[in-house]
């Protein structure tokens, strides 16, 4: 039997955390559950998932879709898409079976990337060796998904280039099902297909492929990811503010800041150190610029942004002693003086 391998390389970084990992880890289980309707995808479908952040992991090795289960994604620090590349082109050397005399080998491989920012780290001896041995036999779609997804540099990998923006449960369920009707007319065309993609049509309401690069700018600063400990259990959390202009007036003059409103704070698992990039923190964001503190969302402290000497966040249940569970050493929590200070932020 001759496979169709499909894999799923996915943006778990920071930036993800919240109602697009959520989606994804809903879309995932739609996705299986809708290809396994279709006779020619249970036939020659075999799927890999692949996620990354600050590195990358396989989640699930190519598997017959009749087997495939789709795994809990993960989450981590950082959106090294050079690791992810290299991570994918070294799982396509060792599991895709070449053609030859005596046998026929794999359909060519169909990859979905999808991620919603920017690198955080040097892509380039990855796009070097995938245009020198992939990108000809390859299919690379690139979904880039919200405003402030890289798609310029999703360019340098692949034409296939797509905008995906949804707002909400709805939207991101019309996603799923287009790859689903892609990946099932892929398996249908995989005798006759030359070295192209069958992708169905796209859904207008929430998709647009991306052409020159003039239309595909992007926006720097348009979030700030803190990272947190719990003080009871040591487990990271993950605070998410998003960019909010704000115009402050006075004496005729329309002065422009940046805010950053929090959107949300989440809990994370032990994982999200093993995906994290573990290189320093060095860029900052001054407190000032940050609206809103929320409290610990594992142990229900109710103030999760308290930071210790050595520079960690943490959750604490009000003044008095405490100890870092980033370095372990006591500290004594008085309350502040309104002066706004600095801390590390993660990549996204």
Known sequence: MRRLPIYLLLDVSESMVGANLRHLQQGLARLIATLRTDPHALESVFLSTIVFAGKARTLTPLTELALFYPPRLPAGSGTSLGAALE????????????????????????????????????IEPALKRWHAKYAQRVTLVAIGIGAHAALPVLHRLTENVLSLDVNGEEDFKRFVDWVSRSVAAQSRSVATAGGGVNLA?????IMRKIGALENAGT?????????????????PYLMKYERNLHHLGQGGLDMKVDLYKLTGVFAMEQDYDELSDA??????????????????????????FAMCGCGQIMCIRGEGPATCPGCGKACNFTAGDGEGFDVARSRG
């Open 201 to 205: 049509k796209l859904d207008d309401g």
């Open 219 to 235: 926006v720097d600063e348009d979030l700030v990811v803190l990272t947190g400990r719990c003080q009871t259990n040591a487990l």
């Open 279 to 304: 290189r320093a923190l060095l860029r900052t964001v001054n407190t000032d610029a940050l609206v809103g503190s929320p409290g610990c969302p594992h142990c229900g402290n109710p103030i999760g």
């Open 87 to 122: 991570h994918l082109m070294d799982e396509l050397d060792r599991n895709i079976v070449a053609g030859s005399a005596e046998r026929k080998g794999d359909w060519r491989p169909v990859v979905y990337l999808m991620t919603d920012g920017k690198p955080t780290d040097d």
